[in-house]
């Protein structure tokens, strides 16, 4: 179903049919060849760069070569016009039949219309949010959040197997920091006078319930065992409790992992899964003993004048070798990093995509060369960075929070303007922008607002149903009787809606390749400002209303096309993790 594909056979056919030769007497590579659509809706429907790309190396003109495909291509039954542009482009125009049988074919299909096969069932992870388990979520972990769901969504539909995958930092000495916050909630909980909290700690009220929690359970008795042996106990408690609470604010904004992976289980059994990877590592030759240089500017916390195990990461693509072991014996952070990798790919998975706030950007090259060394070409690593968010209130930056202490809270935002505005405005930017974030813009109903002028579209379509029901008296119209009357759909602005759904496989494939679910976003909202548009022409010309009482065919016809951009609308909603109402109130 994707009509570029298609058209990309039908245009090779009909270049090897001109029998072209290059400079050494063979066929010329034909792989660059595309058909996208033209830049200008006006130029026509489809535009190919045959002839520019295949100029050169057959030695021809580009225009006298797109003219001899034009030519042949004109002999293409679907194919209305084929004409020459600018330096040697092919435009096409096709027939108005062709629209309708696609409109029929994508009527049959309904909400799959636009699954694709791109990803051959590849075994692929996709690791976000992975926030440490040390409080709530706030709007830092938003945009990784919804741009990994998104994409994991976004890539299933494209025929990828897909995990989601969140990995627990409940490892590292921020959890022992935690725990000691705890501790002191929980001396509180047993009326203890604590003060104010110590510079270190955790601050946050949301601490509160958990210290009362240990209360509940144990009493006093925590006070009265070794440190350590008390302190094992809060950290077990209180990493389930944060992460309870993690999972609860994920599951507002709609996200859902298929995996959460302990960190800590990589260091149990005396850190056998880190020794088993740093042993693989060793025999292929990427650790070696030496010293690390002193970093240029701020020193890494895990640097060290001494000699130490060091994994060979500049020889795959790093910019400096890394530590895998402290002085005291102990593993580094890194050490862990490369356990973790390697379980991934122990697991089967082919493309690994780790979603990461900006701050991460130094991990890029040190993660890309770490899986070059474990899984050579077996394995595509691929970071994603989300930029910074920007929150507003009417133009002003909004208040910290009182209850985390010092950011503001997923849940508060989300409880604020709702989950489908957050959603769909966290993508409505690539990734790797800044995003402002303003309150009341995203809440305004108008144009200016994208997830309203989408949902709002939506709604449209389910109203056009409830009238059509009530002026031909017909409680429902089967998908069938809408696809046999498709032919009769002729008028410029209903083509022009066809041919906008028809972008919509391609828009699928190409965003899955490209990891860039924001492509979604954008297309959808044109999308729905094409329906807007040809709504209000049937405003000011009531022969393309859609609902016209004294043509049922008609209205049969062109409530196939309402349904269509239904469907798709609907599926891109839910492909973004947002709704599609059937009404706005």
């Known amino acids: ?60 003109s580009p225009r006298v070569l797109a003219e001899r495909l034009a030519l042949a291509l004109r002999e293409d039954k679907d194919v209305a016009a084929a004409d020459v542009a600018g330096p ?91 725990a000691r916050s705890v501790m002191l909630r929980y001396r509180e909980a047993l009326g203890e006078e604590i003060g104010e909290i110590p510079t270190g700690l955790y601050p946050g009220d949301y601490l ?18 070794p440190d350590d042996e008390a302190l094992a106990i809060v950290k077990d408690r209180t990493i389930d409790a944060m992460m309870a609470m993690i999972r609860d604010d994920l599951a507002l904004l709609n996200v859902h992992h298929d995996v959460f992976f302990s960190e800590r289980t990589l260091h149990v059994d005396n850190a056998r899964k880190i020794r088993s990877a740093i042993s ?25 004048d001494r000699e130490q195990t060091l994994f060979r990461s500049t020889a795959v693509g790093d910019d400096m070798d890394r530590a ?27 493309d690994l995509i780790y979603v990461l706030g900006a701050d991460h950007g130094g991990y890029v090259k040190r993660l890309e060369a770490l899986a070059r060394a474990i899984a050579g070409d077996r394995v595509k690593l691929t970071v994603l960075l989300c930029n910074l968010v920007k929150l507003f209130r009417d133009g002003e930056p909004v208040r910290m929070s009182k209850r985390s202490g010092d950011f503001v809270t997923l849940r508060e935002v989300v409880e604020e303007v709702g989950r489908d505005p957050v959603r769909f405005m966290m993508l409505y930017r690539k990734s790797d922008a800044p995003l402002d974030f303003d309150f009341a813009k995203v809440t305004e109903q108008s144009k200016d607002n994208p997830v309203f002028y989408v949902q709002y579209a939506s709604a449209r379509c389910h109203s056009v149903f409830r009238q059509a029901s009530e002026q031909l008296g017909e409680a429902s119209f089967d998908r069938q009787s809408l696809a046999s009357a498709a032919n ?19 828009l699928i494939e190409s965003a899955a390749l490209a990891l860039e679910p924001h492509r979604l976003a954008f297309y959808l909202y044109d999308l729905a400002s094409s329906l807007h548009a040809h709504w209000n022409r049937g405003t000011d010309k009531p022969d393309l209303r859609f609902v016209k009482v004294n043509d049922r065919q ?29 009404e706005m109130r």
């Open 1 to 60: 179903m994707n009509i570029f594909a298609d058209f990309n056979a039908r245009v090779i056919k009909a270049v090897e049919a001109l029998e072209l030769k290059d400079s050494n007497g063979v066929s010329p590579d034909l792989s660059r060849i595309a058909v996208e659509p033209p830049r200008d809706p006006s130029h026509g429907d489809l535009a190919t760069n045959a002839a520019m790309v295949l100029a050169k190396p057959t030695g021809q």
């Open 324 to 350: 895998l072991v402290k002085s005291d014996g102990s593993f580094t952070y890194f050490a862990g990093d490369v356990a973790y990798l390697k379980d991934k790919v122990d697991r089967g998975f082919v």
């Open 88 to 178: 040697g482009f092919v435009n096409l125009r096709l027939q108005d039949q062709f629209w309708q049988v696609h409109l029929t074919a994508l009527l049959g299909q309904g909400r799959d219309y636009g699954r694709s096969t791109v990803g051959g069932g590849r075994k692929t992870n996709v690791e976000y949010v992975s926030a440490n388990p040390t409080g709530p979520m706030h709007v830092g972990h938003c945009r990784g959040a919804v741009v990994g769901d998104a994409l994991a969504n976004l890539m299933a539909f494209a025929g990828y197997d897909v995990t989601k995958e969140y990995v627990i930092n409940d490892a590292g000495s921020q959890i022992d920091v935690l």
């Open 280 to 304: 693989d590592l060793t025999l292929k030759g990427h650790i070696y003993k030496g010293k690390l240089p002193p970093p240029k500017g701020e020193k890494p916390d895990d640097w060290e």
């Open 488 to 506: 009769l759909l002729t008028d410029e602005g209903e083509i022009g809606l066809i041919r906008k759904l028809a972008e919509y496989p391609r």
């Open 208 to 225: 509160v319930p958990v210290g009362k929690a240990l209360v509940g359970e144990f009493a006093g008795s925590l006070l009265d065992m």
């Open 554 to 582: 008609l209205t049969l016809a062109r409530l196939g096309l309402v349904q269509a951009v239904s469907d798709v609308l609907t599926s891109g909603l839910t492909l973004i993790g947002a709704a599609a109402p059937t």
